[in-house]
């Protein structure tokens, strides 16, 4: 059955027909484990390393049995793990261990106007979905105040129609197979994922039911086979299928492209000693941190990770949204510079910064340095933390020291600068 794989080159191989069994199966999970496996053995040399690394392994961890443990508690009623959920959010009600109370906290992040503001500004820079920009407007202000029926049937409309424009029939949603939703290397190709949702999805129903209905049955809603689907239930849910496409189309994308040509006995060598010299660096490393109250503000300033946050704030401050894009991480590969500039903007552009101030610095790691600040957004005091990792080209973490390296801010929107206190 044809699936949309990346070429195998050097990569593990394709997801299995129906989907990866476990969130730990996805490539992607898997490099960082294998990374992780390598940075411990770099520990040994570098003690200092070894807290942040367990940090690292623990959130890992974390993720990983979250995704999985959310589909053994709500994957059979075709809720979908996308990229756009707030993890921290979840994890009581999946420590609960109690289904419903893992759909009451989803239901409220759809809710959620902050969330669903940075959601819906990515959503509307896609491509495919630009000329549904306006009808996603009406849908969020039919979700806002209660017309979920509206909010349904407007939805519906878009997946099909974004659908169509992205995949290779040019047909709608409902017209895929559940294999062409089995990307490579996807978060929502788990084998209870999207694809695990397209059953459900294109039933065929024959009779009229006026019972409520708890479910986003396509066919069956817009055949006229159900009368009773105005509930918040299937308006989340249909957010939730339209946002979980979104990360099955960047994958698509990624799929598409071909693997990285596997290296060279040279390339290896000269990686090889590029790594001992980076051993040597680390061993020598040790954390430091300063503070404005203690040693003043020019000892703050001096660092060069609170120069890179001063640069990432003034480009915010200033709204030039060209500089703060090259401050900015992106957890997949960032598109064309222009296309970027104006996803940047349209994220900050909502949100003033009218100013801040910087408090202290703390680096943690040789390429992990944390930047408090007080910052005065929409005339609001918030007191946050700048997360900001030295990084090459290719997002590998580099030493501070490294000429090759940029600090880049690992938040890459408002809410999460502004919601990361320390």
Known sequence: MARTKRPGQGEAAPPPVSGYPSAADIPTFKKMKQQASGLRILSI?????????????????????????????????????????KLDRLQSPLASGVPDEVERELLAQYADHEIMKFALMRAKAIPELRP?????????????????????????????????AVSDNRRGLH???????????????????LASTQRSFTRSFNTLSEEPLFELYRNGILHGNFSNFDNEIVASKAWN????????????????????????????????????????????????????????????????????????????????????SEHLHEFGKKPARGAYVGQVRRRFEAVLLDEYWLVSVDMRGAGLGHVSVELSIDGKSRTSELRLLHVDASGSVLPESDPLGTWISMENEPLGIIGHTS
């Open 241 to 324: 299928r339209l946002f979980a496409l979104l990360d099955w189309r960047e994958a698509r994308i990624e799929a598409a492209k071909p693997a990285p040509v596997e290296a060279t006995l040279r390339d290896s060598l000269t990686r090889l000693g590029k790594l001992h010299a980076q051993k040597k660096v680390l061993e020598k490393w040790q954390p430091r941190s300063s503070s404005v109250a203690v040693d003043g503000l020019a000892t703050v300033e001096l660092e060069p990770v609170t120069q890179a946050a001063i640069r990432l704030l003034d480009a915010w401050k200033y709204r030039n949204y060209g500089v703060l």
């Open 175 to 193: 017209s895929l197979d559940e294999q062409k939703l089995i990307v490579w290397n996807s978060l929502v190709a788990h084998h209870q994922g």
């Open 132 to 164: 549904y920009r306006q009808l996603l407007d009406y849908a969020w202000r039919d979700f806002q105040e209660h017309r979920y029926y509206a909010t349904v049937l407007s939805l519906l409309t878009v997946l099909d129609g974004f659908v169509a």
């Open 45 to 85: 040399f570098n003690p200092s390393l070894r807290k942040e690394l367990k940090h690292l392994e623990a959130e890992l961890d974390r993720m990983l049995n979250s995704i999985d443990t959310f589909y053994e508690l709500i994957g059979d009623r075709n809720w979908i793990f996308h990229g756009a959920l």
